[in-house]
């Protein structure tokens, strides 16, 4: 029998919305094929990767065709064509239309379920294809001079800017007063499925989601941080909502042992953009020491305190 927690089942994708065009519905039906289980993540990535490719290919040959390639024409600037990445090879842009729908998935499913799973092994396998160039823009003034290309699929680090993308996503879930502080809210359940997936993207090498980690708004040092005395219904529960959330990226022992790693190069941090230290680490086990015996927190937010504190000591004595 299927389990009725709340907090074990998929939300809404959001995938489809009603102002969605052809192009939109294209890429769109891939993702749902992907989580349907219709072709596998290897699958999915050989038919994105090619999708984009040959879509680069056939605009730079038609692109070549036309008397000037470098300039739109008369007609097409009064028809209200926007630039010339309308009609040269654009694989960026493609990468850019669909990655925030995939951001935007990456908080309906939990922690480590099946189609986060598939999510995260279907850019996997993108990134552990060989990695080849495709045409981008324009060709150059000077012919001399090399066409411009993009190399697909090296991620890491903050390839393509993609980690701006998740970033604009947290939007929707982390604000003053967002429904974080909701105990068992849809929101509150979306930015825990957000952040467990993010972990997984940071510590698997794909994309560098670190300064997006809610362990940082547990700290009292944080911006973000309520005040006890003065909210004392909505303030524990806000703490709440961003221990569970951030207690994704050390329940879970690929993600912790991964956190773990990254403190232990550092003992504090020098930067703004900085997330990993020992003193962090310290303070984010303190902070979950705290959550775990006070009884202003909810119980869920207190027995995931107890168990994220359980587990980094656990990987200290590893």
Same mark, same amino acid.
């Given at each position: 029998?299927?389990?009725?927690? =709340?907090?074990?089942?998929?939300?809404?994708?959001?995938?489809?919305?009603?102002?969605?065009?052809?192009?939109?519905?294209?890429?769109?039906?891939?993702?749902?094929?992907?989580?349907?289980? #219709?072709?596998?993540?290897?699958?999915?990535?050989? #038919?994105? #990767?090619?999708?984009?490719?040959?879509?680069?290919?056939?605009?730079?040959?038609?692109?070549?065709?036309? $008397?000037?390639?470098?300039?739109?024409?008369?007609?097409?600037?009064?028809?209200?064509?926007?630039?010339?990445?309308?009609?040269?090879?654009?694989?960026?842009?493609?990468?850019?239309?669909?990655?925030?729908?995939?951001?935007?998935?990456?908080?309906?499913?939990?922690?480590?379920?099946?189609?986060?799973?598939?999510?995260?092994?279907?850019?996997?396998?993108?990134?552990?294809?060989?990695?080849?160039?495709?045409?981008?823009?324009? $060709? =150059?003034?000077?012919?001399?001079?090399?066409?411009?290309?993009?190399?697909?699929?090296?991620?890491?680090?903050?390839?393509?800017?993609?980690?701006?993308?998740?970033?604009?996503?947290?939007?929707?879930?982390?604000?003053?007063?967002?429904?974080?502080?909701?105990?068992?809210?849809?929101?509150?359940?979306?930015?825990?499925?957000?952040?467990?997936?993010?972990?997984?993207?940071?510590?698997?090498?794909?994309?560098?989601?670190?300064?997006?980690?809610?362990?940082?708004?547990?700290? $009292?040092?944080?911006?973000?941080? =309520?005040?006890?005395?003065?909210?004392?219904?909505?303030?524990?529960?806000?703490?709440?909502?961003?221990?569970?959330?951030?207690?994704?990226?050390?329940?879970?022992?690929?993600?912790?042992?991964?956190?773990?790693?990254?403190?232990?190069?550092?003992?504090?941090?020098?930067? $703004?953009?900085?997330?990993?230290?020992?003193?962090?680490?310290?303070?984010?086990?303190?902070?979950?020491?705290?959550?775990?015996? #006070?009884?202003?927190?909810?119980?869920?937010?207190?027995?995931?305190?107890?168990?994220?504190?359980?587990?980094?000591?656990?990987?200290?004595?590893?």
């Amino acid at each position: 029998m299927a389990s009725q927690d =709340p907090g074990l089942q998929s939300l809404d994708p959001k995938l489809y919305s009603d102002d969605d065009d052809e192009e939109d519905i294209f890429w769109k039906r891939k993702l749902e094929a992907l989580l349907n289980g #219709d072709v596998t993540p290897s699958q999915a990535a050989t #038919d994105f #990767d090619s999708c984009v490719v040959e879509e680069a290919n056939t605009c730079h040959v038609e692109l070549l065709k036309r $008397p000037d390639p470098r300039s739109l024409t008369v007609e097409e600037e009064e028809n209200g064509v926007p630039s010339t990445r309308a009609i040269a090879p654009n694989p960026s842009g493609n990468i850019e239309l669909v990655f925030p729908w995939i951001a935007t998935l990456c908080s309906a499913f939990p922690p480590h379920h099946e189609k986060q799973d598939k999510i995260i092994q279907f850019l996997e396998a993108l990134r552990d294809m060989p990695k080849h160039d495709v045409y981008e823009g324009v $060709p =150059p003034e000077n012919s001399d001079e090399p066409y411009n290309t993009t190399t697909l699929w090296p991620f890491g680090g903050n390839w393509m800017a993609l980690a701006e993308v998740f970033r604009i996503e947290t939007y929707e879930f982390s604000y003053p007063y967002s429904n974080i502080e909701t105990p068992g809210s849809e929101t509150q359940l979306r930015w825990r499925n957000f952040q467990s997936a993010i972990a997984r993207l940071t510590s698997s090498g794909l994309i560098n989601c670190s300064v997006l980690c809610a362990l940082a708004d547990i700290l $009292p040092s944080s911006q973000s941080y =309520p005040d006890l005395e003065k909210r004392k219904v909505g303030g524990p529960n806000r703490v709440g909502g961003d221990v569970i959330a951030g207690a994704q990226w050390v329940l879970w022992p690929g993600q912790g042992q991964y956190v773990y790693q990254e403190c232990r190069k550092k003992d504090d941090i020098d930067g $703004p953009r900085q997330m990993w230290s020992m003193q962090h680490w310290k303070q984010w086990k303190e902070q979950f020491e705290f959550v775990a015996g #006070d009884e202003r927190f909810g119980e869920q937010a207190r027995l995931v305190a107890r168990l994220a504190r359980h587990q980094m000591l656990a990987y200290e004595d590893e």
